[in-house]
């Protein structure tokens, strides 16, 4: 199934129709009825808000938890096959490549540490091999602490020293793209992680220009950034431009929610063009790190994921001057479709 369109100058009907047709494909359908639901009635936003509801009671096994921290349900044989099947269908399972021959920028999303050396790789692997960027390559994190988990994996790797998440990005662009110290260098130290930021801006030989960004959160009593936080953060840095074909890259089964995501934060407010690209495996990065492993849990959990994020996209659209859409989920304008990290 395909995504909504993220090319420059897409109506918001044109959105709308995407998120309607992906939301009511027969791979949503048949995991809907399988779990027993009934298919919701209304409108688009009223469909949305039914699966997310839906999903909320079947496919949530975080409970807000981080993703390391969610169960895995136990399904039957047929459930496990229909389950992946239908994250193939969705676009969750498969590598994929840049559309354009050419992008104004390129933007790597932060995740957890072994995440971030595989995007951050997978980024300098595109550059190198003929992906074009007139802008720059921007890195974007936060001031997350690392879990012990993920500091014994870098450990393994050979990589210590690392403390946070965007600790962790740089270290995969230095190695990545050859660079040893930034060219230029900003920030904040708030004395609180969620309100401090950070700027290193590299400049690697015969490449564009990478910019590491750790970004504050727009709700720091409560959280830490996530997702919509760093890209908007970064579109105010770089002065973004309507038009501006933006190419993202992300781990597959992050590339629905996330694609939205961007969509939402990024091509309805400044008119940009969005393509969504997960890594490939066999390219992406150290060989040391352990490859994630991906579960029926883990996809219903990423499927549901996409739903909130469409759902917020779908509220975001420019439908009329005075407000969002009807049946947009309450405080539209900042409700944020995943405030975890990937």
Do not use: K, N
């Not at 091509?267 to 991906?294: H, K, N, Q, S």
């Amino acid at each position: 199934m395909a995504l909504p369109a993220g090319a420059a100058g897409t109506s918001a009907g044109q959105l709308a129709d995407g998120i309607r047709d992906w939301i009511g494909s027969p791979p949503v359908r048949a995991l809907v009825g399988h779990f027993g639901g009934d298919w919701p009635a209304g409108d688009v936003p009223a469909v949305l808000a039914g699966l997310d509801d839906f999903s909320a009671r079947h496919w949530d096994f975080r409970a807000g938890r981080e993703r390391p921290d969610a169960r895995e349900p136990a399904f039957d044989p047929a459930t496990v096959q229909l389950v992946l099947d239908s994250a193939d269908a969705l676009g969750l399972v498969r590598a994929g490549r840049p559309a354009l021959p050419r992008y104004a920028h390129l933007l790597v999303l932060g995740g957890l540490a072994p995440a971030c050396l595989r995007r951050t790789a997978y980024a300098a692997h595109l550059v190198r091999a003929g992906s074009v960027v007139d802008g720059e390559v921007a890195v974007l994190g936060s001031f997350r602490e690392l879990s012990a988990a993920e500091s014994r994996t870098l450990d393994t790797a050979g990589l210590t020293g690392c403390r946070t998440e965007v600790d962790v990005l740089d270290a995969g662009v230095r190695a990545a793209f050859g660079v040893r110290t930034p060219h230029e260098e900003t920030g904040e130290d708030a004395a609180h992680p969620h309100r401090s930021w950070s700027s290193r801006r590299y400049r690697p030989a015969g490449l564009p220009p990478v910019r590491v960004l750790a970004a504050p959160s727009s709700e720091p009593d409560r959280r830490r950034a996530h997702t919509a936080d760093t890209q908007r953060f970064w579109a105010e840095h770089v002065r973004l431009r309507a038009g501006d074909p933006v190419l993202t890259v992300t781990a597959p089964i992050y590339v629905p929610f996330q694609h939205c995501d961007a969509l939402r934060t990024l091509a309805v407010p400044y008119g940009c063009g969005i393509d969504t690209v997960g890594v490939d495996p066999a390219l992406a990065g150290p060989a040391r790190l352990p490859e994630p492993t991906l579960t029926p849990g883990r996809y219903l959990q990423e499927i549901r994921s996409a739903i909130r994020s469409m759902r917020a996209l779908h509220a975001a659209l420019p439908w009329h001057a005075d407000g969002p859409a009807p049946g947009a989920p309450p405080d539209a304008g900042r409700w944020a479709a995943d405030g975890q990290f990937t």
